[in-house]
């Protein structure tokens, strides 16, 4: 006998784990394709033997591209008042998945012997088409945490799957693909990357196909008629998401979180190959780190309950800092017990970090509100759009200002997996530092000017509830 669905007011299916699942399987999607940016420098510098400072100038070259890309599809997504048979942002997202099923793939070709101007051109061309499908599907999807449901707790939930799928969607490239794309000499094989880079999109595109059919729209904006709509002004757009404090502040410490993440990406990876000694083991240590995700994610929307989202995530935040601080004095030397610190320091920075990113989402999608509250309009793809921009400008500023300092310190492109020792030393301070630099942006981000606090919040809800009415 089939079990019958239960109904909220509305006649919407009531809110559960199955919204939660869903939504965890759309950055699993997102993950499948994004986790790979990290391999990027390896492949190119490495395999591809493209100069180091090259690299780091392209990739500022292709930011560009997102400061153009980003809002511009969230500002389209925003002005859209076509009718949908579900929803808008579920049909973007529907596009953009398709497409990413070979883009992540088209920045990873591997022609080691192309002459440098085509090496100059597969990557930039790559990067543009890859960036232009997960824009199209992800800012949609970051959107939908606002509408799925306006109720704290559940954003809570939505917020801490998020986190988990976006981890379960980067166990793949983070821990299986060193022990396959990485040889017995510490040495990337680049034919596997781009194979690997084939696979993950057709498993990402199944994600999104899954979070699609079980994803249920509980808010609605408000109906206006066409002659009493405002003209779409992307500027004042823009204006309100800089003056949207919450906005601002939830982009800072995410801009320092992913700073650190991606910046010392490249730097961690030759810290393993020249220092450690052991490529693929990467993976396995980075997955050890996050556990601390795995455990707090089922306490999440109890937490939140109980304590705010600013609160514990400013908590988070000074953890993280502290941690990162001890990798720079504790000595952290080139064996096991060296190792094992490492470790033990990484576990309690994700612990920081995973009282915050379980919640990253639902403030942003509380930020959204903030706007509404404050502006009287929802602006759900360019807030999301921005605060998505400038992630992805630290995403690329990280690794570009990663790579100059590394080659300043003796980083050679030529000697992959073999880097000199004394070069192998300065990059286990390198990745301590940029580490240590980033949670200090994600304290004065969250502690600082994000300024929702659990009062504040219920005030907020409150009176946009009563503005509904």
């Known amino acids: 006998m089939r079990k019958s669905v239960q109904l909220d007011a509305n006649g919407h299916r009531k809110f559960g784990i199955r919204d939660s699942f869903a939504y965890a399987a759309g950055d699993f999607g997102c993950n499948m394709s994004f986790a790979l940016k990290g391999t990027m420098a390896i492949f190119w ?41 579900r929803n808008k942002f579920l049909a973007y997202i529907l596009f953009g998945s398709v497409g990413l099923i070979f883009g992540g793939a088209l920045c990873f070709i591997p022609w080691r012997g192309a002459p440098a101007a085509a090496k100059v051109i597969i990557y930039v061309c790559g990067y543009v088409m890859w960036d232009a499908f ?25 917020s801490a799957w998020r986190s988990l799928g976006a981890l379960a969607g980067n166990f793949v490239p983070v821990v299986v693909l060193p022990f396959l794309i990485f040889d017995d000499n510490n040495n990337i094989i680049g034919e596997r990357v781009f194979l690997a880079a084939l696979i993950m999109g057709i498993l990402g595109f199944i994600a999104f196909q899954f979070m699609i059919r079980n994803t249920v729209i509980r808010v609605e904006e408000p109906v206006k008629r066409k002659e009493d709509q405002p003209k779409f002004n992307v500027f004042r757009a823009m204006g309100n998401f800089m003056s949207n404090r919450p ?8 801009m320092g979180m992913f700073l650190g993440l991606q910046g010392a990406a490249t730097a961690v990876q030759v810290l393993f ?65 060296g190792l094992m610190i490492y470790i033990l320091c990484q ?7 995973g009282l915050y990113s379980t919640v990253s989402w639902a403030m942003m ?6 706007n509404q509250w404050k502006h009287g309009v929802r602006e759900e793809g360019v807030t999301y759009s921005l605060h998505s921009f400038f992630r992805k400008l630290a995403q690329g500023i990280g690794p570009a200002l990663s790579l100059v300092i590394m080659a300043s310190l003796g980083y ?35 502690a600082l000017i994000y300024n929702i606090d659990k009062k504040t919040l219920a005030r907020m809800n409150a009176e946009l509830g009563a503005r509904n009415e």
């Open 45 to 85: 510098t490495q395999f591809m033997r493209m100069d180091s400072l090259r690299f780091a100038a392209l990739l500022v070259v292709v930011q560009v591209w997102d400061a153009i890309n980003d809002p511009l599809i969230g500002s389209i997504i925003d002005a859209d008042r076509r009718k949908y048979k």
């Open 134 to 158: 997960y824009t199209i599907a992800n800012v949609p999807y970051g959107s939908l945490l606002s509408l799925i449901s306006n109720k704290p707790a559940d954003r809570a939930s939505l």
């Open 247 to 254: 906005a601002v502040g939830a982009t800072v410490a995410a």
């Open 273 to 337: 190959q020249s220092y450690f000694a052991n490529a693929k083991i990467t993976g396995v240590v980075q997955l050890f780190a996050a556990l601390p995700i795995l455990i707090f994610t089922p306490l999440a929307r109890k937490m939140v309950v109980k304590y705010g989202k600013k609160e514990l995530s400013v908590v988070g935040s000074l953890i993280s800092l502290a941690a990162c601080a001890a990798m720079l004095v504790l000595p952290i030397t080139p064996d096991m017990s």
């Open 347 to 353: 576990l309690f920075n994700s612990l920081g970090m």
């Open 365 to 370: 999608g509380d930020a959204i509100d903030y």
């Open 412 to 446: 050679i492109e030529a000697n992959e997996g073999n880097q000199a020792f004394d070069v192998a030393l300065r990059m286990r301070y390198l990745v301590a530092a940029l580490y240590t630099v980033s949670a200090a942006l994600q304290f004065v981000g969250l």
